[in-house]
């Protein structure tokens, strides 16, 4: 099959999931992308084969929030509900960050099973559902997306990984994404210590499907690998040396992990790294 170029919008790609998806992913205001994920039926026409150019700089942000290094994000006290705003105001950013990637990935990779890019829409709209539940938490506490500054760690990762899609889904999905399911325990700890029973349930919701997505990436990363003929194990060490992914630190949240499919010889190296991060002392030599 001819591979076809055609632009996000109007003509074919107009009607296109993949390239509906890209005219959500370039929609700047959030009410405008979480409309154009809505769009997206599943009656789409879907040409897994087709290329795509963008006309818009990718991906469209409304002008807030500010984005800052992390080291700019300071963290606020649990104690107040200004700085439980501020902790859901970050995850409300990392759910947005979240739906473009979904967004993402399913047009710029061609060439994938149908399957593929089912997994991804489903992905794309229940990221967006969780950036909208935060979104209304953070608003009947008085704030807004957009209120606080945030980073923009994860996208940075898709831009280091827009020419490979096995190195996408090896550092997105099981690498930047599978650490929210290690971090949801904690988050929710904090919430429901400081009696904010309504942003701890949110946060159960968040966990229950990001599992799903996390899986979704590593039976993908998993079966390219197989195609490739590539040890899942090491070619995942090779790729996060060469992307500059972040070595990752414990505690894990293996119970997560392991619904999510990672398997005991992945957890075992994924711990292993872990301690060779750790400062050695006379008892530990």
């Known amino acids: 099959m001819d591979i076809k170029t055609v632009p996000p919008l109007g003509g074919e790609g107009q009607d296109c999931l993949r390239g509906l998806a890209l005219a959500a992913l370039a929609a700047t205001a959030w009410q405008d992308k979480l409309a154009g994920v809505q769009a ?16 818009a700089v990718l991906p469209g ?33 990392i759910e947005f960050n979240a739906v473009n990637l979904a967004l993402d990935i399913l047009w710029r990779f061609a060439g994938m099973p149908e399957a ?40 940075e990762m898709a ?6 899609l096995l190195a996408r889904l090896a550092l ?3 690498t930047l994404e599978a650490r929210g399911l290690d971090a949801s325990p904690q988050i929710r700890s904090k919430l429901a210590g400081a009696g904010d029973a309504e942003s701890a349930a949110i946060v159960d919701i968040i966990l229950a499907d990001e599992i799903g997505h996390v899986a979704i990436g590593i039976f993908w990363y998993k079966r390219l690998c197989r195609l490739a003929g590539k040890d899942p194990i090491a070619c995942y060490a090779e790729l ?13 949240n293996l119970q997560a992990r392991r619904a ?3 398997d005991e010889a992945e957890l075992a190296a994924l711990q292993a790294g872990d301690a060779a991060l750790l400062p050695h002392t006379e008892s530990q030599a």
């Open 40 to 55: 997206i039926s599943d009656a789409a026409v879907l040409d897994c084969g087709k290329t795509f150019a963008p006309s």
């Open 159 to 164: 831009q280091r990984t827009q020419d490979d």
């Open 61 to 93: 942000r409304p002008p807030l929030p500010e984005l800052v290094a992390p080291s700019q994000v300071r963290q606020r006290s649990m104690a107040t509900q200004e700085g439980r705003a501020a902790l859901l105001h970050a995850l409300a950013h």
């Open 172 to 174: 997105v999905p099981r």
């Open 240 to 252: 996060a040396e060469r992307h500059g992914a972040p070595r990752l630190r414990g505690p894990f």
């Open 260 to 262: 999510a499919g990672f």
């Open 116 to 155: 593929f890019y089912r997994d991804w829409l489903r992905v794309a709209r229940e990221e967006a559902h969780h950036f909208d539940l935060l979104r209304r938490r953070l608003e009947a506490l008085g704030y807004a997306y957009g209120g606080f500054p945030a980073h923009n760690g994860l996208w």
